[in-house]
């Protein structure tokens, strides 16, 4: 979604909408990719996010309005990030 190269399902991340704790929706991270609903996958990096970012990519992959926030998904890959 984000740098739109192909990878294999087991590399890439799942990101799917939900709710913040005040019930907006938000993008949010599905790396088990069990939650219900529609689904987008992106590379787990800074880049590959950022990009989706720039592109406004998240709603028109999910099918959702654009502007939705994603900072869960930014979250969760810097913590990937720092991990390595």
Same mark, same amino acid.
């Given at each position: ?17 939900? $709710? ?6 938000? *993008?949010?991270?599905?790396?088990? /990719?069990? !939650?219900?609903?529609?689904? #987008?996958? %992106?590379?787990? $990096? ?6 989706? *970012?720039?592109?406004?990519?998240? /709603?028109? !992959?999910?099918?959702?309005? #654009?502007? %939705? ?16």
């Amino acid at each position: 979604m984000g740098c739109r190269q192909r990878a294999p399902k087991s590399e890439l991340l799942r990101v799917t909408v939900g $709710s913040d704790i005040h019930d907006h929706p938000v *993008v949010m991270p599905d790396p088990r /990719g069990t !939650a219900p609903g529609r689904g #987008a996958h %992106l590379h787990p $990096s800074p880049e590959c996010y950022e990009f989706a *970012v720039r592109r406004k990519a998240f /709603g028109r !992959a999910l099918r959702v309005p #654009a502007g %939705l926030p994603s900072a869960p998904v930014a979250d969760y890959v810097a913590a990937l990030a720092d991990r390595q």
